[in-house]
């Protein structure tokens, strides 16, 4: 597999602040990556750092030639009030398509068709002219899916994506992510739901600042940080 994305003693940080300190790691084209860690342990901020909103305050980040082609698709942690946004779900998804249009005032074929192929693959089409905010938490979350389908292809970066969702919705959100991981897209996403992250996961990365760990599910078990954040349980 080839790296999407490299890390090699990283720092990030705000105002002479770090709040991820050496960080080594790569994110390899196939991978179900997981980052996981107490608040503030530096998750969103090692996010806004892949995502290009912070530049290392040390060390050396490299993204792949591709990946700078294809672009990140990104799912931010949802507020109050984008939950009640008022939109159709085709407008949502399409707006995921917003970069490619640039100044253009309409959305060209390719980008309608980028739109009703990523609906498809979320099966959410005959929710196409649904108000978003009628939606439940679940479907919410499919639909913000393919709206980061149209950004990207490649990467998907999600932030705490099972926050608020009921446990049906939870585990339809990972059967649908590994669907797609298996079809080719990596997943990199942090998470406070460790069991079932780690479950699903190809890496782990446990943050504290620092690395506490990085390497495989069945390693981290082996862990104390492991053990504790999984409570004993076994992978």
Known sequence: MSALITCSHVDFGYEN??????????????????VVGVNGSGKSTLVKGLLGLLKPTKGTLVVSEELKKTGIGYLPQQ???????????????????????????FYRRQEKEMAASAMEKLGIED???????ELSGGQQQRVLIARALCAARKLLILDEPVTGLDPWAIQDFYNLTRRLNREGVT?????????????????ILHLRQ????FGTPKEYAGTSEGREFLGGGLI
């Open 17 to 34: 602040h770090d709040a991820v300190v050496d960080l080594t790691m790569e994110v390899e084209e196939g991978d179900y990556f997981c």
């Open 79 to 105: 507020t109050a009030a984008q939950r009640d946004f008022p939109a159709t779900v085709y407008e949502v998804v399409i707006s995921g398509a917003l970069a490619r249009r640039g100044n253009r005032p």
């Open 127 to 133: 929710l196409k002219r649904r108000c978003y905010r």
């Open 187 to 203: 997943i990199f996403m942090v998470t406070h739901d460790v069991a079932n992250a780690v479950g699903h996961a190809t890496k």
């Open 210 to 213: 620092k690395t506490l760990f």
